[in-house]
């Protein structure tokens, strides 16, 4: 049974993957790029030369889940949001996800390539070759993995063959898997003034993204109890994203820009393919516009004052 089982969706995927040849090559090329900066770095781990973050890392991918956990606790007693008010706090997401990309991981990757390679302008080319990663990577995950999302229904390879409960779990998992990397390639240094606004921010958006996991779960016809349980759980997600992306980013020097260039494109990229979408198909763009200008100003102060 476990044989046929693989073959069914080894080939569903040989089938997908001919079917988006450039996703595939685009999900080749960053696992490749990824696996190669984890290979390096546990080399150095070996060696005895533990990434200087790891501890602040895991502490700050433990906050992103508590804080899902904790949005998606009103779930018990709520059935939904009215949608203006729903599509407001994703578009607060989408600005603090934004705000987080540009001031806390683009602006400390230039300096830093700057100060590794001694050259602003390689600099820059490591933090884009990191960012080009990350859409590569979270593109070839987003058209391989089975998902679904509250109102585009199901996509993916095999999404047929998945229960709906697991499809909303990829999906948050396609989520919250760049916030955990940005928190653990932030961290990876032990740096605070770049590590603490970036997690408080990703904590804080974690919250209405928790309760609107939730809720969606809930309207899937879930039990109140288990669309929280399973939008708490989602938030673990983040722990071990922030477990990954320390490793990402703690051996050759040219790792730390790459590494902040890769968790920066990868979380534009769920902004820009996810959030926005999501929050503009109601008829509530101004209202969205509106959360995600004030999410993008707050998570300015907070980088100002915790950086």
């Not at 729903?86 to 540009?102: F, N, P, Q, R």
């Not at 683009?106 to 990191?130: M, N, Q, T, Y």
């Not at 958006?205 to 969606?216: F, M, R, T, W």
Request: hydrophobic content about 55%; proline content about 5%; glycine content about 14%.
């Amino acid at each position: 049974m476990t044989t046929a089982s693989s073959v069914h969706w080894t080939h569903l995927l040989r089938a997908h993957a001919q079917q988006h040849r450039a996703a595939a090559l685009g999900l080749t090329l960053g696992l490749l790029a990824v696996t190669g900066l984890l290979i390096q770095s546990l080399i150095q781990i070996a060696g005895g030369n533990a990434p200087p973050g790891l501890m602040l890392a895991m502490m700050g991918g433990l906050a992103g889940f508590a804080t899902t956990a904790l949005g998606a606790v009103p779930a018990l007693v709520l059935r939904g949001l009215p949608q203006r008010v729903e599509d407001t706090l994703l578009g607060s997401v989408a600005g603090m996800m934004l705000a987080a990309s540009a001031f806390s991981l683009l602006l400390p990757g230039l300096d830093a390539g700057e100060r590794i390679l001694g050259s602003a302008p390689l600099g820059a080319a490591a933090v884009v070759i990191g960012m080009a990663l990350g859409v590569l990577l979270m593109l070839g995950l987003d058209q391989f993995t089975p998902h679904e999302h509250d109102k585009t229904g199901p996509c993916g390879p095999g999404h047929d063959a998945c229960g709906r409960i697991w499809l909303f779990v990829f999906a948050i998992a396609l989520h919250n898997l760049p916030e955990g990397m940005a928190i653990g390639v932030a961290f990876s240094q032990a740096d605070m003034a770049v590590g603490l606004p970036l997690t408080t921010a990703i904590a804080l958006q974690d919250i209405p993204e928790g309760l609107a996991v939730a809720l969606a779960i809930r309207g899937a016809g879930y039990s109140p109890l288990l669309a929280v349980l399973v939008a708490a759980a989602s938030g673990l997600l983040e722990p071990i994203g922030a477990l990954l992306g320390v490793g990402l980013s703690s051996g050759m020097a040219a790792a730390y820009p790459i590494g902040l260039g890769l968790a920066a494109g990868a979380m534009l990229f769920v902004v820009s393919h996810e959030v926005i979408p999501e929050t503009h198909r109601n008829g509530h763009q101004t209202s969205a516009t509106v959360g995600l200008m004030l999410g993008f100003a707050l998570m300015m102060v907070l980088d100002t004052t915790l950086g």
